[in-house]
């Protein structure tokens, strides 16, 4: 059994057999029954083999105490001090992936209601290191936020001919698919579980949401792929979910129709599903991308989306299944000339009048900002719009406009910003607290890369996401600081303190370094249409996909407003409403989101516009600069491949970043005229 | 034997079995012997089987007498006048494929000294008709300008994954190739290399000028391919060339290195080429792009491509055959930042030197224009530096950056102005002149399309090229109202002279609508990355591919003078460097060629340039609307199939029209700020 590390020539991420030194040298005794618990016990077992502890038995002492309530207390007389407290605490449900954990008279005690969440401890005590050992420590309890932590594989099963084995993906092919078929590669699935796990990722969904006629079959005929897969996850407390068609019943099922109504095809439905759930009984669902992109939906039957998620959640009610319906749906073949459509508009204007329609079992997947994933959006207003429907929110892990993973772009602040974005103000709730309900979800980043994540550093956003979806009160640096710590242990470099003060300064700032070298104040989308890599300042101004800056050679940005603009401030509820219709009350960072302006608008960090577009690209490319200096300092200090791999990302992030500088500047000096006020080169 | 129409299913262009009816219902001889000359007489068998002529022997009556001198005058009395006179004039010799017509006592007489000028002077009679056999007619010489007439085909042996079939191909498939291997389809090549003949061309290059993997092979184990093909045209006198790769000797020959300099390279070329030519005897040469866009040359060896090509040449010459050594060298990894470097130059500089240095049988063909078969380009610089150099001329028949054959672009009008321009002056030789030693190459725009090119009027493209490269005296308007008539002959509609008239109103000036209608004043290149269709304005801006417009809040155009900018215009003799070099007097379309204006510049027309930019994109979008007019009266009067694919395409081109005149205005009208002065709506 491989527990203990992932298959050879991969790279160990944060689980490598270093951050298990002080579990693993201590005295454990894992108290429980059930799949998982054994999946702690192996765990144990693999760490105390390679660091000299022991996995005790009955009535001998231990350090380390990882007990289920209810199957009686462990005779370890020295954990009962720390029983007796932490059972007065948890007296209120721990709930099925919950812990406690508490440390009284030195043993360390993890309680949990259900197996996962003795899971969940114990890579909360191997986080802690030998801080779990150390002293007392009060009585915790950890519930994750939402029940819902799941990642996205937009992995395809056949190579598509345009996106390949992973559409958006930068880190080589699939773990999973490999061209039109299943790889069968149960070593590196496993220890992707066991990744999970130890972030706290409970769900994936193991092919593209552009569901194409090979991975259509998954879901029937060719389902045994998916068992395989969920079979090697389900040790981890990881399910699995399938994006599915929405016309399968025709597809799939040769019935003339996918109209939700008829009732062939809720039978439809309902049958293929019971047939999943009895290959795979802990299935998680399924996701949907429907009229959106081209992909078939329910506008073809005269249905809405409400009609088309409950079908197919009717079919996965009686089994626990849960529909994650996709709010990205949009007019892709809009016209340029057309100002009165606004693209931010539209999941809005699709999803909010059917809020109370959705079945219970249905989650509407939106997106973290109204248009895609850009490195700088406003939250998505539909987070607020549905209080009646379980809402999820989906994040970008993939670096698809924000690097690629050739950049470093550490995502945990971005998203950190999203989930404690508060849509009525400072005493409402935040965006966590409203999709608790429903779940994070993120676009996987992950492929057979040997570093799983293209860019080494890349795998803190994966990391970030999973601890940011269990406690989205996580500060992003104290994530990253996990992080570090878990992937580059003590025991692994001559000095630690320099590499996790290193780590910090590339890493902690770089989310605003790359919004600084690309696309100003909000404006998004001046990536080079297709690849979305580089930059390309007019690259979508005139395209069907609604995205646009409307520079001009007075000003630039989106005119938003209700007052004059497309109303998309309107969307908001106070106190946002007003503030993003405010030139002046619009905060920096969204300001062209929102309005357009001329180009010596003051900002309210005193520059003019046009000086703060010269002066944030400028600034950005000195950081990456900067960035690589340091990288430098940790030659000799880190395994010599990931130093060699970052090295060379490095060298391509300061030419692209560099690229970007002199595009964007170029560009808005020949519109607007205005030289630098510093007067440096402006090509 | 298929010589009386192409195979079923595929039209017949401008051979259809109407265009030969005055000959077919006459009495014809044809008198010689030799591959051409049967050729010559199964034309005219298959033609008189239809239309109640004879083939005559001996001795009997003739309307019609094709005859080779130097067998013995034609036994047939009544062609005596005529013969007499025709001796007189071709005294001096009519070449390889010349002929003379003369027409006196009711006998038509053809003669040539060689069998393919009896072919071309069958064609020459088809295209006359009746007016072959009315009255007397004077007796007239017929010979092509120049002796090579050429059509590279742009065909992947195997499907590129980017380029397809055919790369830059608007006509599907490729006639020869098919998913990595010949297809063997000998009726359609058949067909291909007859409309060959009847306008005129005689050489083909079988594949494309990027020479893939596959394609390499061509010309070594899988020279066989080619032979199949030589068979199938030889009869219509078209010669066989290959696209080769420079580095052959390394990718198929197994040596170390490509240096021309090297012994071994130099046999191995001379061995390669002894076996070429032992299996297809007419073989006609060798094209190559050399140290061209990623293409391998002699630069990889510290050679330049006089040494490159002469080694090939070297190899070719004691079996008569010729390198056509491609011009198009340019640096494609430009930094856009560096405004020195300028791809206008490239070709000039890097081969202008060379003059002189290569052999006798190497051909430099040289793109018509400085950049790449943009819709307006000043005449390369090059086809005047170098007159110890024979010279080609390329221009590309296949509508890469005209239209791509959705849209109506009649070509001839570009090709006569290029061929017809004087580098001297008006008291020095024309292109067409100076390049009568190299040739006229066509990039091919046939695929295997039922209407041949896609859009069925670009067939009179090939036809037009055909007759340029043989007459670069016919005016385009002659040469379309030849190919009108053939293509739609009296027997084929109710309305021939509606049906001409239109076609001359839709075709005649259809090139320069398109140019009114996309990059203006000579700017070139607003069209989109990559696959080069529809309007991009800035998208190579910011590439490191050369072509830029440098558009600012000020002004447009390319500074190329000596006095301030690149230094191209030195690149051409008097008087042109002077106008070129002069804002005032340098063409109007071609200003932004050459200068960088101001918006406000006032152009000969009396207009400015941003007032130029507006009216002509209005103007050519209304061209186009009434075009579709025009073409609606057709309708019922010519082919249904043939107008439907018209129609069909005409619809694509208006809406692509508008999108270049909305996306254009809008650019200029947001940069320069300048309103139409005709107040019309700019998006």
């Known amino acids: 059994m491989l527990t203990d590390g992932p298959p050879p020539g991969v790279h160990a991420a944060w689980l490598p057999a270093e951050a298990f030194h002080a579990v693993g040298s201590r005295r454990v005794m894992v108290h429980g029954a059930g799949s998982l618990v054994d999946t702690v016990r192996e765990e144990v077992v693999a760490a105390c083999a390679r660091h000299g502890g022991r996995l005790g038995g009955r009535g001998r002492g231990a350090d380390l105490v990882l007990a289920l309530r209810g199957v009686g207390p462990p ?17 209120d449900g721990l709930g099925g992936e919950g812990f406690l954990l508490v440390r009284a008279d030195g043993v360390t005690v993890v309680l949990a209601d259900a197996p996962a969440g003795l899971l969940y401890g114990l890579f909360y005590v191997v986080r802690l290191g030998e801080a779990a050992f150390t002293g007392d420590l009060p009585v915790a309890r950890h519930r994750p936020a939402t029940a819902l932590r799941m990642l996205d594989h ?42 999970l796990a130890a972030c706290g ?30 079979d090697v996850l389900r040790p981890y407390g990881v399910r699995v979910h399938l994006s599915v068609g929405f016309a399968s019943s025709v597809a799939l099922g040769g019935l003339p129709t996918a109209d939700p109504a008829d009732e062939r095809v809720r039978a439809w439905w309902a049958a ?13 669902g399924y996701v949907v991308k429907a009229d959106s992109e081209g992909q078939p939906g329910p506008f073809a039957y005269g249905r809405d989306h409400a009609d088309g998620a409950n079908v197919l959640a009717e079919a996965l009610a009686p089994h626990g299944g849960v529909v ?18 606004d693209r931010a508009r539209a999941a809005y204007d699709h999803f909010a009048p059917l809020d109370g329609r959705f079945r219970d079992n249905v989650v509407l997947q939106v997106k973290c900002g ?12 539909v987070i607020a719009a549905m209080p009646a429907t379980r809402v999820a929110v989906e994040v970008q892990v993939t670096q698809e406009y924000t690097g690629q993973q050739r950049h470093v772009c550490y995502l945990g602040p971005c998203w950190s910003e999203v989930l404690r974005f508060a849509p009525w103000g400072p005493d409402g709730p935040t965006v966590a607290a409203i999709t608790a309900r429903g779940g994070l979800v993120g676009v996987s980043n992950v492929g057979d890369d040997p570093f799983w994540t293209g860019h080494p550093l890349a795998q803190a956003n994966l990391y970030a996401f999973g601890r940011l979806a269990w406690d989205p009160t996580l500060a992003p640096r104290t994530v990253l600081d996990e992080w570090i710590s878990l992937t580059f242990p003590p025991g692994t470099t001559a000095h630690p303190a320099l590499v996790r003060r290193t780590l910090h300064e590339v890493m902690d700032d770089s989310w605003r370094t790359y919004e600084r070298y690309t696309a100003p104040l909000g404006v998004g989308f001046m990536v080079r249409p297709g690849d979305h890599y580089g930059p390309d ?16 050679r007075d000003g630039v940005g989106v005119d938003r407003t209700r007052a004059t603009g497309t109303g998309f401030t309107g969307q908001y509820p106070e106190p946002w409403r007003e503030v993003y219709e405010s030139r002046e009350r619009c905060p920096d960072e969204l300001l062209l989101f929102f309005h357009h302006v001329p180009y010596g608008h003051v900002l309210h960090s005193g520059s003019t516009v046009i000086q703060h577009i010269y002066d944030t690209h400028f600034a950005g490319v000195a950081e990456v600069e900067a960035t690589c200096r340091r990288w430098r300092r940790l030659s000799g200090l880190v ?27 170029a560009y808005f000096h020949r519109k607007s005229g205005v030289p630098d006020a510093g007067g440096r080169q402006i090509h």
Chains 1, 2 share one sequence.
């Open 75 to 91: 005779p370890v007389p020295a954990a009962r001090a720390a029983l007796a407290r932490a059972q007065g605490v948890a007296g």
């Open 154 to 195: 937009w992995d395809n099963v056949d190579v598509h001919p345009v996106m390949g084995q992973v559409e958006r993906g930068y880190a080589g092919g699939s773990i999973f698919w490999r061209a039109g078929a299943a790889r069968g590669d149960t070593a590196r699935v496993r220890a992707y579980g066991r990744l």
């Open 201 to 230: 990722v409970n769900a994936v969904a193991v092919n593209n949401v552009n569901v194409h006629a090979t991975e259509a079959r998954l879901l029937t005929d060719r389902l045994g792929e998916v068992a395989a897969i969920a």
């Open 272 to 284: 293929t599903t019971r047939a999943v759930y009895a290959l795979i009984p802990d299935f998680g």
């Open 324 to 341: 994650h319906w996709r709010a990205f749906v949009y007019d892709h073949r809009q016209d340029w000339r057309d100002r009165s459509t």
């Open 370 to 381: 109204p248009i895609d994933f850009q490195a700088r959006e406003p939250v998505s207003p």
């Open 537 to 552: 300042v007019d690259g979508y101004e005139y395209t069907p996909w609604g995205t646009y800056h409307f520079a001009d």
């Open 639 to 665: 395994d010599p491949v990931l130093h060699a791999r970052v090295t060379e990302r490095l060298a391509e992030q300061v030419r692209c970043a560099r690229e970007w500088r002199d595009q964007v500047n």
